[in-house]
């Protein structure tokens, strides 16, 4: 099997790309495939462009069924929300507010966090968890400002999930009515499908990137509450439409709450910090009015006791 292209028995060919093999050969593939595989699903017109997420599974395994495919995702999926209704669990019954960041590699998620954390750890406590393929990077820059940070390294894997957040429940042991903050790895794909307990999804866009980002990958815009569109000090430097960008994101997300921010300047934190500190007094307030429920359903089977 060639290490390079994946081709099994025979050669791909497509024509006018080259192709170097581990030998040093380098030639150039026609497009005629010299190993045999059925093209079940997906027979192409002459000019077409090739759409391999539009079967019932989204998504393209070469050899696997679109059925196959689903029961997959749907029992991996299944496995998570347990997990993940787990942490939620965790965080509401000690009134932790729980974030999860999400956005591509490079749109300024890390220096929010700092800024963000900077503005907030007089306030309140605060735990972090920086998810990354490898190093402790992040993680370092977070601890370097004073909070708990906990790095997960997920290797070969492209997002976090519910059982990795609840180990780093376990070892970080957040304060009640703290703010948990989970910086998810660079990818605007698969974390979109996994629920880590949060309470709320953000998604950061910065200005350095397309406009029609949100129209690309709608499946995180759609899971996201708040879209911040970062780095909004470079707009005069740059040929991108703010108002283009956020219509964008509106058309797969009407409901999205989006804030402009720069976190290297600061503009446009007052709000998002303001945000944040909605989020928390509300979740302290639903605690609040758990542990009265608990109380008044104690008193009257107090009562219900000493009448017998």
């Known amino acids: 099997m060639c290490t390079v292209c994946g081709c099994g028995e025979g050669e791909t060919r497509i024509e006018g790309t080259a192709h170097v093999h581990a030998d040093g050969t380098v030639h150039s593939h026609a497009y005629e495939h010299g190993h045999a595989h059925k093209h079940h699903h997906h027979e192409h017109g002459v000019g077409g462009d090739l759409d391999f997420g539009a079967g019932p599974a989204r998504a393209h395994v070469p050899g696997m069924s679109q059925s196959r495919m689903v029961q997959i995702e749907q029992d991996i999926l299944a496995k998570n929300d347990a997990y993940a209704a787990e942490n939620r669990r965790y965080f509401d019954e000690r009134g932790i507010f729980a974030l999860n960041l999400v956005s591509g590699p490079g749109a300024g998620k890390t220096t929010l966090l700092v800024r ?18 490898q190093t402790s990077n992040d993680a370092e820059r977070i601890r370097a400002t004073g909070v708990p940070a906990l790095q997960i390294n997920t290797g070969k894997g492209c997002h976090l999930d519910g059982h990795m957040v609840g180990h780093a429940l376990e070892r970080l ?136």
């Open 173 to 308: 042991q957040p304060a009640d009515e703290s703010l948990f903050l989970i910086e998810n790895v660079g990818n605007l794909v698969c974390p979109a499908a996994f629920d880590l307990g949060e309470h709320h999804k953000v998604a950061i866009l910065s200005v350095t990137e397309g406009e029609d980002k949100p129209l690309k990958y709608p499946d995180m815009f759609r899971a996201a509450e708040v879209m911040l569109l970062n780095k909004c000090d470079l707009l005069p430097y740059l040929d991108f439409d703010a108002d283009l960008a956020e219509a964008n994101a509106r058309r797969v997300n009407p409901d999205l709450t989006i804030l402009r921010v720069s976190a290297s300047s600061g503009d446009g934190l007052s709000a998002w910090v303001s945000w944040i500190e909605s989020g928390l007094e509300a979740q302290r307030g639903k605690r609040s009015a758990t542990v009265d429920a608990l109380k008044a359903r104690i008193a009257e089977l107090e009562r219900q006791l000493a009448g017998k």
């Open 116 to 133: 963000t954390i900077e503005l907030l750890k007089d306030k309140v406590a605060i735990s972090v968890v920086e998810g990354d393929q």
